[in-house]
C-alpha cells in the first residue's frame, strides 16, 4: 500500500506492447483502441500512444515492442481506480490475441516539469 507521501506524487503507468499482426490496419485498430478505452479516465493528467521509432537503432535501444502507451495519474490512487475500470477491462477484451506481449513500468514521479 502506497504511503500518504506516495499518493501526493504522480503515477506513471508505460505500456509497451508487442503486436501480432504489424500491417497498417492492425496497428491503427490497436491504437484506436487504446485511445477509446484508455485515455480520458478521471485523475488522468497525461495520456499518449504511439509507434516505436524505427529509424533509432543504438545499442541502448530496446527494440522489442510496437507501440508504446504513456499514462500518468494524478496519484496512484486514480492509477488503481482506472486498473479496476469497466473500460479497462473492455480495453483487455477488445484487443485479446492483438500482441504477444506487454511489458508495463510502473513509478512514482518525484519531479515534474511542465510547460516545455
Given at each position: 500500500m502506497?504511503?500518504?507521501?506516495?499518493?501526493?506524487?504522480?503515477f506513471a503507468h508505460m505500456v509497451f506492447f508487442q503486436l501480432m499482426d504489424l500491417s497498417d490496419h492492425a496497428i491503427?485498430?490497436?491504437?484506436?483502441?487504446?485511445?477509446?478505452?484508455?485515455?480520458?479516465?478521471?485523475?488522468?493528467v497525461h495520456f499518449s500512444v504511439g509507434?516505436?521509432?524505427?529509424?533509432?537503432?543504438?545499442?541502448?535501444?530496446d527494440r522489442s515492442?510496437?507501440?508504446?502507451?504513456?499514462?500518468?495519474f494524478k496519484n496512484k490512487k486514480k492509477y488503481?481506480?482506472?486498473a479496476a475500470s469497466e473500460t479497462h477491462e473492455a480495453f483487455i477484451t477488445a484487443t485479446a490475441g492483438?500482441?504477444?506481449?506487454?511489458r508495463v513500468l510502473d513509478?512514482?514521479?518525484?519531479?515534474a516539469v511542465?510547460?516545455?
Open positions: 502506497p504511503s500518504k507521501k506516495e499518493n501526493d506524487k504522480f491503427d485498430t490497436f491504437v484506436g483502441a487504446c485511445v477509446k478505452y484508455l485515455s480520458g479516465h478521471p485523475g488522468q509507434l516505436r521509432a524505427v529509424d533509432i537503432a543504438r545499442d541502448v535501444s515492442f510496437d507501440v508504446s502507451m504513456h499514462i500518468v488503481d481506480e482506472y492483438m500482441s504477444t506481449g506487454r513509478s512514482y514521479i518525484e519531479q511542465t510547460g516545455l
